[in-house]
């Protein structure tokens, strides 16, 4: 109402590994083993899927487009030890973006992330900070990552991007990775799946009905 729309998402809330080992046993009353909580996926997916649903929602009606910034992690690229779940939602959130960009192109809405390194937020606790300073490694300030959100939203034409933000560095992943995908998935692998990258699957109602009874 202040500002007359929404122009921008930057969808940052994220939380750590906060459901504990994923491979320790609990068993209920009756004996059987218990499925894990997964809270940690339920926010840092979930939710910011459930974000970007919102935003672009309000950028369609609104008709001017739209930029969305998701954050991401080097977790969504490379997984940490110890943090399987936070590495298994930040590889969705990357997925997430790579899936959406040509729908939100559509519309003018630019959707991409940053994947930050070792930031100085909650998420560095006090003896993982002793752990980081003895190994040598460098904590980032929360403003190197702002700068890369910034560019992410200001750069014309900069779409299905991710900024790896590192010890106050910036390098932008996706394009390196399209640039070899003949030689990780092969030239005649790269070629059948970019021909089928064409096809609209969801183009029909009997397609709808098909997906939708298959999941």
């Known amino acids: 109402e202040k500002f007359g729309g929404v122009d921008i998402l930057v969808a940052n809330a994220g939380v750590g590994e906060i459901d504990g080992d994923i491979f320790r046993d609990e068993y209920d009353d009756a004996g059987l083993l218990k499925q894990p909580t997964y809270r940690t996926a339920e926010i840092n997916l979930i939710g910011v899927m459930s974000c970007v649903k ?33 590495s298994a ?13 040509r ?3 559509k519309d003018n809405i630019a959707i991409n992330c940053v994947a930050p390194w070792m930031t100085d937020t909650r998420l560095i606790y006090p003896a993982l900070r002793k752990i980081l300073v003895e190994a040598n490694i460098p904590v980032q300030s929360t403003e190197a990552v702002a700068l890369a959100m910034g560019y992410s939203v200001a750069k ?14 910036y390098t932008e992943i996706e394009e390196s990775i399209l640039r ?9 692998n790269a070629a059948m799946f970019r021909r089928g990258q064409e096809l609209d699957y969801m183009a029909n109602r009997e397609a709808k009905s098909t997906h939708k009874e298959a999941g």
Not at 89 to 101: N, S
């Open 54 to 86: 919102v935003a672009v929602s309000h950028f369609r009606k609104q008709g001017r487009g739209g930029r969305i910034v998701m954050t991401a992690s080097t977790a969504g690229y490379m997984s940490e030890p110890g943090v399987p779940i936070y």
């Open 89 to 101: 939602a930040k590889h969705g959130v990357v997925g997430f973006m790579r899936a959406v960009k």
């Open 103 to 105: 729908v939100c192109a």
């Open 156 to 169: 014309e034409g900069w779409m299905g991007k991710t900024i790896y933000v590192a010890a106050g560095t």
């Open 180 to 188: 070899l995908e003949k030689e990780w998935l092969g030239v005649e």
